[in-house]
């Protein structure tokens, strides 16, 4: 009779126990009314009292906000837009920025180390050829490739967060671009934050010349790979025979 391995046993019930973490604090999320507290609607109808309490007990909101994003974030239910204007709105634009950044990086590199632990290795195993040489290429150049996706909003940030982890990429390089990647970001919605009684909607949030900036920031991340590519090519072509005398 086969015995399992007391490792692999412990391994499976760790296992078992991230995803019911996860699990827990999504049903929870949506159970305890999460989806209706992290609206603009009631941001704005509370904002008072939010300034209040953050005046006079200023390190536990800070705490709290530094928390309460982390987790949004790590859990990736909606609301880091609606976290990002009410600690503009709370902290200024310095500290906010400071907050979100601290606070979507922490709540990214779980999402991260959580994914990657449960799901990364059956992925990869399950993924052809092709899709395998898309994520060599990524790895390659996964620095700039991630803080591009972190500078410009293409795809969800949920998105951005999970995908690397089914990639070699390191623990290192994934915090170090996305500190980099959020930071201009992050200003931006915690200066928004400070004029929030002029906004009426999420949509009216980023301007087209804002998106236009974000999106230049990227070619930028990305320059270091096109000359890298571009040399790679020069290497590697031919070079034209010399006339004889």
């Known amino acids: 009779m086969r015995r399992e391995h007391p490792h692999s046993n ?3 019930w760790l296992k078992l126990t991230v995803m019911a973490v996860f699990a827990g604090g999504i ?3 949506f159970l305890l009314g999460g989806s209706e507290w992290l609206t603009l609607a009631t941001l704005k109808e509370n904002r008072d009292a939010l300034l209040s309490f953050s005046r006079q007990h200023y ?21 880091a837009v609606i976290m990002s204007l009410a600690v503009g709105m709370l902290f200024g634009r310095w500290a906010g920025t400071a907050i979100i950044v601290i606070a979507a990086t922490l709540g990214a ?26 994520i060599a290429g990524f790895h390659e150049n996964a620095f700039h490739y991630l803080l591009f996706l972190r500078l410009v909003p293409l795809f969800p940030f949920w998105l951005v967060n999970l995908v690397p982890a089914f990639t070699p990429i390191s623990l290192r390089v994934y915090v170090a671009a996305t500190v980099l990647g959020i930071i201009p970001g992050s200003f931006v919605f915690a200066n928004l934050g400070l004029s929030l009684g002029r906004i009426n909607s999420t949509s009216e949030l980023l301007s087209t010349e804002t998106l236009a900036a974000f999106a230049l920031l990227g070619v930028f991340s990305l320059l270091p790979v ?13 070079k034209p025979a010399r006339a004889k005398d």
């Open 10 to 12: 412990s391994a499976r």
């Open 226 to 238: 096109m000359v890298k590519k571009r040399r790679g090519k020069d290497h590697a072509a031919p």
């Open 59 to 79: 390190w536990t909101a800070f705490a709290a906000a530094l928390l309460v994003y982390a987790g949004t974030v790590a859990l990736s239910v909606p609301g």
């Open 109 to 134: 590199t779980l999402v991260f180390l959580a994914a990657r632990y449960l799901f990364a290795e059956a992925a990869r195993r399950r993924l052809g050829e092709r899709a395998n040489k898309l």
């Open 27 to 29: 049903s929870a999320f």
